[in-house]
């Protein structure tokens, strides 16, 4: 059973219940901060699409941002409207990226994943606490990632048991199309080789028939010069040219 939440939400006050298996604290400063950085590892809605499963894995549980590890209320800044909406459609992507373990979708009537925004009271600049709601009132640790990954709560933990990954129609054809798109740039890429090492070989080949003719032509035009030489050294030529 979920915790009952306060109903003021005072800023260095402290949250009447303790992170478990069904309340996880976030200690969350800059709410745009979750969409920056995603390179550098620093966003952490990775894991918290984690925590969301693993209360959904067991039943309910609590995503509270702008609290510290210890319960101390510290509220999240700069909520404008654009990050707020972003975020919910974040939260509302994750049925995207689940379904039970036999392979089917999500069944909507049975889950819930509600987006509760509290103001935080005492706090010299405007700030809010966080609270994403998940509720699963089908059978529990039967929801897992498209990937295979079952994730479900013990304790305060988010602990992870890798199953079948389960793909729709559409992603099998994305992957065959890849494939077929890899599959033709490589066999491009051979034919192009190939029609490479044919040029240079016939290039090679008309190099080398140009250099035999070259060469027999050399030799026929020294045949010639030899003989015509000798024909004028005979007596033949001689007693011709005398009669002429």
Known sequence: M?????????????????????????????????????SLGSSGLPKYRETILGFLNGGQGYLMMGIK????????????????????LWVDGSFNNLVYKNGKPIDPSKISIKFHTFPVLNHSTESNVIVIEAVNKGPQMDIMTRSGTIVYRLNASNFKVCSEPVYRKRDVKGMIHSIQVQMQLVIDEKRKTIERLQEAHKESMAGQAKDTRLYIEKISQS????????????????????LL
């Open 223 to 242: 045949l010639y010069e030899k003989y015509k030489m000798e024909a004028k050294e005979s007596w033949c030529y001689k007693i011709m040219k005398w």
């Open 69 to 88: 590890d210890d319960g101390t209320i510290v509220g999240v800044e700069n909520m404008t409207d654009d990050m707020v909406d972003k975020f919910k």
């Open 2 to 38: 979920l915790p009952s939440l306060p109903e003021k939400w005072v800023y260095g006050k402290k949250v009447p219940f303790q992170e478990g298996p069904s309340v996880e604290f976030k200690e969350v400063s800059v709410f745009s901060g979750l969409f920056k950085n995603k």
